[in-house]
C-alpha cells in the first residue's frame, strides 16, 4: 500500500500562485506515470497535468503555459507549480498514481482562486 498527501492549497486572488506538494509514503520508482487530476464543483474530475519516470510531461490545454509539474524521485515526491492562477482552476486537486493493479489517490486539497 502506497498513501499520497497533498499539501499547498489554499485560497489567492486570480493573478497569485500556489505549489501543491504530493508526498508518497514510500519510493515513486515504481510508478511509470503520476499526475495531478482536479475536479470543480459539479464538474467531473479532469486530468490537470502527468509526468513519467522519464521526465514525459503532458498538460490539459487549460493550464499550458500557467502550470508546471516536476518530480523528485530522491525525496518520493511530485509538484505542481500553479502560475496566473483563474478563478476556473478553483476545485480539489487530486495526486494519483497508478499500477497494473491498484489506482492511488490522494485525499485531495482544496484550491480557490477568488478576489
Known amino acids: 500500500q502506497v498513501q499520497l498527501v497533498e499539501s499547498g492549497g489554499g485560497l489567492v486572488q486570480p493573478g497569485g500562485s500556489l505549489r501543491l506538494s504530493c508526498a508518497a509514503s514510500?519510493?515513486?520508482?515504481?510508478?511509470?506515470?503520476m499526475s495531478w487530476y482536479r475536479q470543480a464543483p459539479g464538474k467531473q474530475r479532469e486530468l490537470v497535468a502527468a509526468?513519467?519516470?522519464?521526465?514525459?510531461?503532458n498538460y490539459a490545454d487549460s493550464v499550458k503555459g500557467r502550470f508546471t509539474i516536476s518530480r523528485d524521485n530522491a525525496e518520493n515526491t511530485i509538484y505542481l507549480q500553479m502560475n496566473n492562477l483563474k478563478p476556473e482552476d478553483t476545485g480539489v486537486y487530486y495526486c494519483?498514481?497508478?499500477?497494473?493493479?491498484?489506482?492511488?489517490w490522494g485525499q485531495g486539497i482544496q484550491v480557490t482562486v477568488s478576489s
Open positions: 514510500r519510493t515513486i520508482f515504481n510508478f511509470n506515470v
Open positions: 509526468i513519467s519516470i522519464g521526465g514525459t510531461i
Open positions: 494519483h498514481a497508478p499500477t497494473t493493479v491498484y489506482d492511488y
